[in-house]
């Protein structure tokens, strides 16, 4: 994979959603959409959010749920760890118009360490549950596999699609105990379905996550 947004697309395929236009893509199942923009350096939020809703005009037609129930995923490269601005993510998600949004910024450094640990066929939520990768990411806070959690965190799909036997997306695969307290309480705030969370059950989440991962990253 070349870049990060295939990735996040082959991601969108295994979780059983269908691209109905350039990067919109909608559940098999559910009225659940997404757009998925991947830009480079600063970006507008206002007429981004503008210039994608009038392009799914033919979108809402077809399917009229879709203008409450289309998220976008913003995939923001930026040139450093010092361009980063967390403050911004956070202003942009919260932004009440348009669409629910989702930010990741990463670098191209990031990228290109986790392309080396993906080979075909494997998905994200598989590796995600490598006791080694884990353990990297609580040792280093500037790991590029932080970027794998960061996918994670903003697609809470990709940890749920596995059948556990309990909270175990993999019977195949050991879950340590930290992994699997955060397997389950993740699994509180999005089904195996896909169905989405309320805004309050996400920001939970989104707390939590952000927790484990600094408490993790500062032992």
């Known amino acids: 994979m070349e870049n990060l947004i295939d990735l996040i697309h082959n991601e969108f395929m295994i979780a059983q959603y269908e691209e109905i236009g350039q990067r919109i893509w909608k559940h098999l199942a559910y009225n659940d959409f997404w757009v998925t923009v991947s830009l480079e350096g600063e970006y507008e939020l206002d007429k981004l959010q503008e210039d994608i809703f009038a392009c799914l005009e033919g979108v809402r037609k077809d399917f009229p749920s879709s203008e ?12 450093s760890n010092a361009e980063k601005n967390p403050h911004r993510v956070i202003e942009d998600e919260n932004n009440v118009y348009y669409f629910k949004k989702y930010v990741i910024q990463y670098t191209e450094v990031e990228w290109n360490e986790v392309k080396t640990l993906i080979y075909e066929g494997r ?97």
């Open 123 to 219: 998905s994200l939520g598989e590796l995600l549950m490598e006791t080694e990768v884990f353990e990297q990411l609580k040792q280093n806070v500037k790991s590029a596999n932080r970027l794998l959690y960061t996918v994670a965190h903003k697609l809470p799909f990709i940890m749920m699609r596995a059948e556990r036997k309990p909270y175990n997306p993999n019977p195949n695969i050991t879950v340590g105990a930290e992994l699997q307290h955060l397997l389950e309480r993740i699994d509180e705030f999005r089904d195996m379905q896909g169905r989405n969370a309320t805004e309050d059950e996400l920001i939970e989440a989104s707390t939590f996550i952000d927790q484990w991962i600094n408490e993790g990253n500062n032992e």
């Open 68 to 79: 409450k129930s289309t998220s976008l995923l913003i995939i923001q490269r930026v040139g």
